[in-house]
Structure formats: C-alpha cells, structure tokens
C-alpha cells in the first residue's frame, strides 16, 4: 500500500513538472542563421512549435520593435503560407546608406498554411540594419490554432527572475569585429614571402663573401701543390747529383 502511494506521489509530482515547463520547451523562439551582428544584416528565423494534440497553428504574427526599426525586412517565400508585411512611419528619419528613411517594418503576418499538431515551422527572414547600441532585440508575437485558441508570446524575461509563462522571442545580437583583430599578424612576414630589398643585399653580400673565401682558399691550395711539386723535383735533383 506504501509503495502504490509513492509511486502515485511519485507520478503525480513528474506530470505537474512536465505540464509546468511544457511552454518553456515549446515557446515561439528567434534565432540568427550564423550571427547578427550589431549594425549589420543577418537572416533569423522564428521557431513555431504546434503545442496542441487537437489543434493546428493557422498565423503567426510577429511585431516588430518600434524603438529599434528595421529599415529592411524581407521575409523568404515559404510553400502554402501567405505573408504580409506591415509598415509604419518613423517619429524620427533615419538615414540608411545615405538616404532618409522615413518608415519601418513594424508588423509581418503569415496565414493560410498549416503546423500540425507535433510539428513545427520556421519563418526565415532577412532583416537590417541591425542596431548598433544595444545587446538584444524582442519580438512579440501572436499564434493562432484552428479552434480560434490565441496564444501571446509577449512576456519580456526581467534579469534574476524566472522565465515567464509565455516569454516574447529575444534576438541575441553579437559586438562587431574590429577591423584590425589581425593587424599585427598582417605586419608580420609570411611563411615563404618574398624576400625584402634587405634581406636580398645580405643575402648577395653573404654569397659575395663566401665566394671570395673559397677563391682564396682555392689560390693557397694550388700554390701549396707548386711548392710541393717543386720541392719533390728538388729532392729528386739532389739525388742524381750525389750518385
């Protein structure tokens, strides 16, 4: 009897944690194909999960932060979903490659297509410029099932708190590279270079030297042979002499 009660206790405790972090594993999330850098262009993509066994999702609507338009968004054609992009104008104009802009994407909805239930779909798009000042980016979004169920994905995650129920996706932006991260390992020769004006003069100046040692070298040996030569005759001439 003990044992049947653990056990019960036991199950009833997994399936309450399991129904509690179920959305934390499930939530509409964002993420970059590679990086998005600050400042620059990047391609992310919008995961959405189906997380009903009886429903199907129908529209993703994804709102697009005001306080950090985005001059370019292009969402990729995806088969069986319609997209529509949305646009608002800017308080302020900002200037992209030396052009006022005077609008930005504030909203892009997709529809008509299907996620069935245990399935998911990502929703690829190209957007910039990317801001420069600041560490993240959050995108609220809204799902839709096919039993009129709508799920806001609109919770922004305070720092030291828990995450929240339904948790609106977060871009990660990554800090620029500077442009001189290999400045002094351009300064340094490379491995089979080209030998420098200086190197090429020590290098004759050395071969010069080395060829006048083994001239010399050379002299002293053939003037050795003749003193020896001519010793030896000399010692033959004594001798003929003395007989």
Known sequence: ????????????????????SGPAFAHVSVQPS???TKGGYAVINFKVPNERDNASTTQLEVNFPVDQPLTSVMPQDIP???????????????????KQVNEAVTKVTWTGGKIEPGKFQQFPVSVGKLPDNADQ??????QTYDNNEVVRWIEE???GAAEPQTPAPVLKLTAAKA???????AAKPAAGATATEGDKKDAHDEAAA???????????????????LGGVAF??????RAS
């Open 210 to 228: 080395k060829s006048d040692s083994d001239t010399t070298a050379r002299a002293l040996g053939i003037a050795g042979i003749v003193i020896g």
């Open 137 to 142: 980016m959050v995108f609220k979004a809204i």
């Open 157 to 159: 995650s305070k720092p």
């Open 235 to 240: 010692g033959i001439a004594s001798r003929r």
């Open 1 to 20: 009897m003990k044992t049947s009660r653990v056990s019960l206790a036991a199950a009833l405790a997994a399936g309450a944690v399991l129904v509690l």
């Open 179 to 185: 442009a001189d991260d290999h400045h002094d390992d």
């Open 34 to 36: 590679g990086e998005a």
């Open 80 to 98: 069986g979903w319609t997209v529509t992009v949305e646009k608002s104008k800017l308080d302020k104009p900002l200037t992209v490659h030396g």
